[in-house]
């Protein structure tokens, strides 16, 4: 019964290769977010669905690419992979502003358990 | 640019007794802040938030306390238990603003 599930758990792959990461949320939320963890730990939003609307997007390189083809799906398209690329990748969601917290702050977000990505 | 630090990487407390996770911001402008903590192999779950009109906010053994004129926050954990071993994320946001910034974590062990 997971609320937020990625796809796949792990994914080794060699540079210049594309590849992609699913993420699905069964909580009926509208807005939904990629988040890289590099390997100094930090969590970093990338992305930020809003009904399948781009609301945010961070200083991304265009090589990866957000696709969401309902609001309950957000897929991250990873073109001509680097080494650098090599990171802990988590997909959320969440209710946007003007949901349950009364619209002045952004409502919890639930996460999914993470993509590892290597690349060789 | 780090908007919110966590400047201890790691920290161990006995248990029973009383863990502090100690965040520290930079932005004045934030106004929201958020607790999340993270097993291995696992997403972080939210723990607690606090809005910036208060200065408290506690959820059973759970206690967030906010300075805003010293920007800095702290999570009280009392008492402390195996499971509480984990990764602690100090988050925070500003008014209108969908955007979380994260702080790097703080893993928290627990001893026997």
Known sequence: DTAVSQTPKYLVTQ?????SIKCEQNLGHDTMYWYKQDSKKFLKIM???????LIINETVPNRFSPKSPDKAHLNLHINSLELGDSAVYFCAS???????S?????????????????VL | DQQVKQNSPSLSVQEGRISILNCDYTNSMFDYFLWYKKYPAEGPTFLISISSIKDKNEDGRFTVFLNKSAK???????????????????????????????GKGTRLHILP
Do not use: W
Not at chain 1, 94 to 100: A, D, T, V
Not at chain 2, 79 to 99: E, I, L, M, T
């Open chain 1, 15 to 19: 540079m210049g290769n594309d590849k």
């Open chain 1, 102 to 118: 009364g619209g002045l702050f952004p409502d919890t977000q639930y996460f999914g358990p993470g993509t590892r990505l290597t």
């Open chain 1, 94 to 100: 969440s209710q946007p502003l003007g949901g349950i």
């Open chain 1, 47 to 53: 992305f930020s669905y809003n009904n399948k609307e």
């Open chain 2, 72 to 102: 800095h926050l702290s999570l009280h954990i009392v008492p402390s238990q195996p499971g509480d071993s984990a990764v602690y994320f100090c988050a925070a946001s500003g008014v209108r603003d969908d955007k979380i910034i994260f």
